[in-house]
T-cell receptor, first 112, second 112 residues
Framework: KAGVTQTPRYLIKTRGQQVTLSCSPISGHRSVSWYQQTPGQGLQFLFEYFSETQRNKGNFPGRFSGRQFSNSRSEMNVSTLELGDSALYLC???????????FGSGTRLTVV | QQQVKQSPQSLIVQKGGISIINCAYE??????FPWYQQFPGKGPALLIA?????SEKKEGRFTISFNKSAKQFSLHIMDSQPGDSATYFC???????????FGQGTTLQVKP
């Protein structure tokens, strides 16, 4: 079966711009979570959506937001980009909220 | 209390040897402990996972040992191969949180 699909794979944006990243979960998976990966901070949890509702949120500023659609696809938005937002953004999906999270290959965001 | 501490940061093992990576946690509400393997340019891939009611789980060459009283768990890779060279992350999650807390990662190099 198809895995978790993230688009685009690479993005270059300018400081102050905004960006939207997309994630299509594995069919039947209702939980979608987002993570930021950087060399210095490692893998950090951004937020999790289940049945179109944000159920959990990490310690990131309000510039980071997301949503989930009725087909479980999810989008993540970052507004007013800063240089420090340069990272690999990973999406993971799970059938429920308790186990078996499968990650996508990520979107590499570079802010210049 | 939400941290997961992972060691060592890097590890070099000869082909055929045993690779051991350790993690420690503080939050006793965690009830799911997965290990992920990540290759450059890819997202983390679920390797093996354990719940605290079991002290050991083995899948092929990969074994998780879990010590609930010490709040520690470890990954053992038997007969390590050059193809195992990757970054390994331990993680922990509480029930119905939809959130994985990751260790800082271990870069494993298996020398031929």
């Amino acid at each position: 079966k198809a895995g978790v699909t993230q688009t685009p794979r690479y993005l270059i944006k300018t400081r102050g711009q905004q960006v939207t990243l997309s994630c299509s979960p594995i069919s039947g998976h209702r939980s979608v979570s987002w993570y930021q990966q950087t060399p210095g901070q490692g893998l950090q949890f951004l937020f999790e959506y289940f049945s179109e509702t944000q159920r959990n949120k990490g310690n990131f500023p309000g510039r980071f937001s997301g949503r989930q659609f009725s087909n479980s696809r999810s989008e993540m938005n970052v507004s007013t980009l800063e240089l420090g937002d340069s990272a690999l953004y990973l999406c993971a999906s799970s059938r429920d909220r308790n186990y078996g999270y499968t990650f996508g290959s990520g979107t590499r965001l570079t802010v210049v | 209390q939400q941290q997961v501490k992972q060691s060592p940061q890097s590890l070099i093992v000869q082909k055929g040897g045993i690779s051991i990576i350790n993690c420690a946690y503080e939050n006793t509400a965690f009830d799911y402990f997965p290990w992920y393997q990540q290759f450059p340019g890819k997202g983390p891939a679920l390797l093996i996972a354990i719940r605290p009611d079991v002290s050991e789980k083995k899948e092929g060459r990969f074994t998780i040992s879990f010590n609930k009283s010490a709040k520690q768990f470890s990954l053992h890779i038997m007969d390590s191969q050059p193809g195992d060279s990757a970054t390994y992350f331990c993680a922990a999650s509480g029930r119905n949180t939809g959130k994985l807390i990751f260790g800082q990662g271990t870069t494993l190099q298996v020398k031929p």
